[in-house]
């Protein structure tokens, strides 16, 4: 019967693809289980519940079930002299889940729930006497990722309920052909990183274009044409067939005398420092004024400080104003959304402002004219309600000083 069993799993081992079946996301890979077992006990026997543990070891099938082997042993004390009786089992089991499900909120966890069933083999030592018999268990559970800020290996906290029966005969208990009891376990499940390497989602393909728009809150991209290749799309170029080469206002209108490349309401021949960034105050002269921006697209996805190609577009822009007017001095001011704690998203925000000041640094602009602070979720541009108006409080502000 035991090799029987080995049989059954290494079968099911060999089945195995990739697949992401009773995992946590990007962790669909084999696993093993721990667990603390309580045994509800068939009522027909004489003694108490039981108390032991199981230990398993499980392989994705397909994308959502998996066969995994599962011992457990536990003791239960007698009620007729206080001894202890034993039993042990070993059950293959096939594994379905029903994909990970959860809430749009900082402390309600994600969970996945799965059934299970399968054939096995139990052991019982009652009052010394060894009875082995052929048995089936079934049930379910829920799997509930570990996540620790930014810790997450694909650990997972797992709660399952199984009725294990078996045909006794009536050895264990007279009269008894068959015996159910009930297995509740809580333990953890761990995914065998240092053997196999996680399979992970490969990223979205991008339409190739020469230019795009892109939808902040959707992340949609849209292609634009461009005929005469001057930079400015053809929906809002006012002056198409701009022969090549030619430098162009944000209206794809040749720069002179009247025109304002920078779009700040100082003509260029007077203009004392080109590109400022879009939206910022400017004097008479064309330079930005001491002030606060907040940039549109120099947004950030959720628990993430990483510049996304919009930002960093929106940056050079910034970078190019920094160097056109040298006394320009910088604070950058980290923000977060209220999801997640405190603590977690004050140390966000100062890694966002501090992943502005490094690309500006590496765009050619003094380390010492810029300065980083993290507010995290105390200074909420909009309400964080709502999925967009949480992406709008992930941003980054720029404070402009004007030094000596």
């Not at 930002?311 to 050079?316: L, Q, S, Y």
């Amino acid at each position: 019967m035991r090799k029987l069993v080995w049989g059954l799993f290494v079968a099911g081992a060999l089945w195995a693809q990739q697949a992401m079946a009773v995992n946590t996301d990007g962790y669909d890979i084999p696993y093993v289980t721990g667990s603390f077992v309580y045994q509800i006990s068939d009522g027909s026997r004489d003694s108490a519940n039981g108390l032991g543990f199981s230990l398993g070891a499980g392989w994705p099938l397909t994308q959502h079930s998996a066969v995994e082997l599962d011992y457990f042993g536990l003791q239960r004390k007698r009620n007729i002299d206080g001894n202890l009786d034993y039993q042990n089992g070993v059950f293959p089991n096939l594994v379905y889940d029903f994909g990970m499900f959860g809430f749009d909120q900082a402390f309600l966890p994600n969970f996945k729930p799965y059934v299970l069933v399968g054939p096995g083999y139990v052991d019982d030592d009652v009052r010394g006497t060894k009875h082995s018999h052929f048995g089936t268990d079934a049930g379910g559970g829920v799997l509930l990722p570990l996540h620790f800020g930014g810790w997450d290996w694909g650990w997972a906290v797992r709660a399952q309920a199984a009725v294990v029966g078996q045909l006794d005969h009536g050895e264990s208990v007279p009269g008894h052909t068959t015996l159910f009891d009930w297995n509740l376990t809580v333990g953890v499940q761990i995914p065998l990183t240092p053997l196999f390497k996680p399979h992970r989602a490969p990223p979205p393909v991008e339409t190739e274009c020469a230019l795009a728009v892109v939808d902040p809150n959707t992340g949609r991209k849209d292609c634009l044409q461009d005929s005469d290749g001057d930079g400015v799309p053809d929906n809002i170029d006012e002056c198409p067939g701009t022969p090549p080469g030619t430098k162009v206002d944000t209206k794809g209108c040749p720069i002179g005398n009247g025109q304002d490349s920078d779009g700040d309401g100082v003509t260029d021949d007077v203009d004392q420092c080109p590109n400022t960034p879009p939206g910022a105050k400017v004097d008479a002269k064309g330079c930005a004024i001491e002030q606060t921006l907040v940039l549109q697209y120099v947004n950030f996805a959720s628990s993430s400080a990483e510049l996304s190609a919009e930002a960093t577009k929106v940056i050079d822009v910034v970078a190019e104003g920094m160097k056109g007017q040298p006394n320009m001095e910088v604070e950058i001011d980290g923000n977060a959304d209220s999801s997640g704690a405190a603590a977690f998203n004050t140390a966000l925000s100062q890694k966002r402002a501090e992943a502005v000041r490094e690309y500006l640094v590496g765009k050619g602009i003094d380390a010492a004219r810029l300065s980083i602070r993290g507010f995290g979720e105390t200074k909420p541009l909009v309400s964080n309600n709502t999925p967009e108006g949480r992406m709008q409080n992930r941003r980054v502000e720029f404070k402009i000083i004007l030094g000596q």
